[in-house]
C-alpha cells in the first residue's frame, strides 16, 4: 500500500466518494480477480465504506454490502479487470483516507503520468 498523489487514481476515487474532502489517498494494486471480504458496521469505533466503480466509465456499480448492522456477514467481491474497488476507511474515529484497489492488468493499461 502506498500514497499516492496521481490526479488520474485520485479522480477515480473521488467518483466513489463524491463527498470526499480529505487528502489521504492510497493506491493498493492487487492480482486479477484478487476476493476481497466487505462488510460496513461498526466496531470499536472502526468501519469502512465502500465503492465499485467500472474504471473506463468511472461508473459506481452501486455495491451495498449486506453486512450492515444487525447482520454481520461479509460479502464477497472478485475484483476483476475493468473494476476498482474504493473503500473509505474511519479507524477509532479517525478519517484514514481512501483506499483505492486496481487490479495488475488495469495498473498496466491506465495512462499514469
Request: hydrophobic share 35%; glycine share 6%; charged share 25%.
Amino acid at each position: 500500500m502506498e500514497k499516492t498523489t496521481n490526479k488520474v487514481i485520485i479522480d477515480l476515487a473521488k467518483h466513489g466518494f463524491s463527498d470526499y474532502r480529505g487528502r489521504k489517498f492510497r493506491l493498493v494494486v492487487v492480482p486479477d480477480n484478487h476476493e476481497f471480504r466487505v462488510s460496513t458496521y461498526w466496531d470499536s469505533g472502526s468501519i469502512r465504506y465502500y465503492a465499485l466503480l467500472e474504471i473506463a466509465t468511472k461508473k459506481d456499480l452501486q455495491f451495498v454490502p449486506s453486512g450492515t448492522y444487525p447482520r454481520f456477514e461479509d460479502d464477497i467481491i472478485m475484483l476483476k479487470p475493468g473494476l476498482s474497488l474504493i473503500q473509505h476507511s474511519i479507524s477509532c474515529g479517525k478519517d484514514m483516507g481512501l483506499t483505492i484497489y486496481i487490479t495488475e492488468s488495469d495498473i498496466k493499461t491506465l495512462i499514469i503520468p
